[in-house]
């Protein structure tokens, strides 16, 4: 199993970027798929997860009307739109996931500052 994050970046408050996470080394098509995030000196949590049978996708609170999680089962890849960012956005972003286990990405910066 392999997952590459691609994407972050610095961006300025109330900005947008687009996440996006190729997964190799399982039917991708099978499995939900999350984004978790982890700011400096916090703990990781969970941002978002696309599931595999069309169920609604999964927002935590401080995310919901801003970020969009969506998967590309051709592709096999996963991405996070994100909008309307906040300085508070500002973490590693990683993809995630079950297969048996958990595999994670390497992680993509993402800095909201102005």
């Known amino acids: 199993v392999q997952l590459v994050e691609s994407g972050g970046g610095l961006v300025q408050p109330g900005g947008s970027l687009r996440l996006s996470c190729a997964a190799s080394?399982?039917?991708?098509?099978?499995?939900?798929m999350s984004w978790y995030r982890q700011a400096p000196g916090k703990e990781r949590e969970l941002v978002a997860t696309?599931?595999?049978?069309?169920?609604?996708?999964y927002y935590v609170d401080s995310v919901k009307g801003r970020f969009t999680i969506s998967r590309d089962n051709a592709k096999n890849t996963v991405y996070l739109q994100m909008n309307s960012l906040k300085p508070e956005d500002t973490a590693v972003y990683y993809c995630?996931?079950?297969?048996?286990?958990?595999?994670w990405g390497q992680g993509t910066q993402v800095t909201v500052s102005s």
């Open positions: 995630k996931v079950h297969n048996g286990m958990d595999y």
């Open positions: 696309t599931f595999s049978l069309g169920s609604s996708p």
């Open positions: 080394g399982f039917t991708f098509s099978n499995y939900a």
